[in-house]
């Protein structure tokens, strides 16, 4: 899937889970961070030939496994509140949140995602659409529209909310 339909689907189901502008907007995050992930691995080569290669070679591997996302938002819930504060807590709620969109979105696709955290060998894929293909962009504007129907609003007041706090 491409960012934009991470991203979007993140903000949609993190809005439907009532999280606060804080785990709104790192779930926004969290849905790029698999990739983002990868990215930084990959830029370690001393090549842009060699990052590409690394990319290939790591790219929906360990980053992409679900477990790590998971342990993330239940850290967030069990981690006593007033070591991290509840923004602290919204967060990182929010970045395990959109780790997991991320992973079941990639789930979505051929490609799939691996089962076990350090393997590349054993996958899972529903294989519903390709990444780029028209069925990726319908998903996305049901996504964006359905959004926009039952959180339009919100949209609205969370963008002035974080306008207002300098974040955009």
Not at 16 to 45: K, S, Y
Not at 54 to 62: D, K, L, P, S
Not at 138 to 143: E, K, S, T, Y
């Amino acid at each position: 899937m491409k960012w934009i339909t991470h991203q979007a689907t993140a903000v949609a189901a993190a809005l439907a889970l009532h999280l606060p502008a804080a785990g709104v907007a790192a779930a926004c995050v969290g849905a790029v961070m698999p990739d983002v992930l990868d990215q930084r691995m990959a830029g370690l080569a001393p090549t842009r030939r060699g990052r590409q290669k690394i990319f290939n070679a790591v790219h929906r591997g360990t980053t992409h496994w679900f477990g790590w996302w998971l342990i993330l938002c239940v850290v967030a819930f069990a981690a006593p509140g007033a070591q991290m504060g509840p923004m602290g807590r919204d967060v990182l709620l929010g970045l395990g949140f959109g780790g997991l969109s991320h992973v079941v979105l990639d789930m979505l696709t051929p490609s799939g995602v691996p089962l076990t955290p350090f393997s590349r060998s054993n996958k899972f894929s529903l294989k519903l659409c390709s990444t780029g293909s028209l069925g990726e962009y319908c998903f996305l504007l049901c996504v964006v529209g359905l959004a926009w129907w039952f959180y339009g609003a919100d949209l609205l007041k969370l963008t002035r909310h974080l306008a207002h706090t300098k974040i955009l």
